[in-house]
C-alpha cells in the first residue's frame, strides 16, 4: 500500500558528489519526519540525516557540512544531497519515512517505511 523507492546511487571518485532521491507512492495521508539511513559492510545501519515535513534536519556528526537533505512535500520525495564524498561512506544508503495511509476508506494507520536502499561506492 505503501512504497518508498530509492534512486540516484552508484560509483563515484573520491572528492565527487552524487544525488540520492526517494520517492514515497500508495494511499499516503501525510508524511511527517523523513530521513536517510546507511550501513556500510559489516557495520549497524546508522543515521545520517533527517528533515520533519517543516523543514527542520538532522545531520550525522560525520556527515555535517557535506550532506544536505531536502524534500518537497507535493511530491513526497527526499532527496541527499551528497558532495566531498570519502570511501568511507560507501555503503547501502536508505530512505526511512514516518507516515499515515489509508487502509481502507475509512481507516488511516500509521508506518514508518523503508526503501529497498541504494549502494553508494566511493572508490578511485
Known amino acids: 500500500q505503501v512504497q518508498l523507492v530509492e534512486s540516484g546511487g552508484g560509483l563515484v571518485q573520491p572528492g565527487g558528489s552524487l544525488r540520492l532521491s526517494c520517492a514515497a507512492s500508495?494511499?499516503?495521508?501525510?508524511?511527517?519526519?523523513m530521513g536517510w539511513y546507511r550501513q556500510a559492510p559489516e557495520k549497524e545501519r546508522e543515521l545520517v540525516a533527517t528533515i520533519t515535513s517543516g523543514g527542520s534536519t538532522n545531520y550525522a556528526d560525520s556527515v555535517e557540512g557535506r550532506f544536505t537533505i531536502s524534500r518537497d512535500n507535493a511530491k513526497n520525495t527526499v532527496y541527499l544531497q551528497i558532495d566531498s564524498l570519502k570511501p568511507e561512506d560507501t555503503a547501502v544508503y536508505f530512505c526511512n519515512a514516518d507516515l499515515q495511509y489509508w487502509s481502507n476508506a475509512f481507516i488511516r494507520k500509521t508506518l514508518n517505511a523503508w526503501g529497498q536502499g541504494t549502494l553508494v561506492t566511493v572508490s578511485s
Open positions: 500508495g494511499r499516503i495521508y501525510r508524511i511527517n519526519d
